[in-house]
Nanobody, 115 residues
Framework: QVRLVQSGGGSVQVGGSLRLSCAASGSIFSIARSGWYRQPPGKERELVAGVVGGGAANYTDSVKGRFTLSRDHARNTMYLQMNSLKPEDTGVYYC?????????WGQGTQVTVSS
């Protein structure tokens, strides 16, 4: 069983920055496939950034150059630094990790970008 607890998020104006955190109950981020997803209002959940084990992160085109996924293995925590935020970045953001045949999810956190 993996428990993911998110923090961060909130409301920001266009061009602002936010950082999301995802703390895991164990040393999972160094070995599992993990990532950040978001669900815009009225739309389906989409992958924003993903990483496998110790590899480099990949990003969906709309956030490349603005978002950065990072991990602190000593703290079992994964981050999503979001810069130059746009209204279309608004949504509920979830961290996730896939381990031993199961997807585990954080509780979700709202990000609202206003113009």
């Amino acid at each position: 069983q993996v428990r993911l607890v998110q923090s961060g998020g909130g409301s920001v104006q266009v061009g602002g920055s936010l950082r999301l955190s995802c703390a895991a109950s164990g040393s999972i981020f160094s070995i599992a496939r993990s990532g950040w997803y978001r669900q815009p209002p009225g739309k389906e959940r989409e992958l924003v950034a993903g990483v496998v084990g110790g590899g480099a992160a990949n990003y969906t085109d709309s956030v490349k150059g603005r978002f950065t996924l990072s991990r602190d293995h000593a703290r079992n925590t994964m981050y999503l630094q979001m810069n130059s935020l746009k209204p279309e970045d608004t949504g509920v953001y979830y961290c996730s990790t896939y381990w031993r045949g199961r997807n585990f999810w954080g509780q979700g956190t709202q990000v609202t970008v206003s113009s």
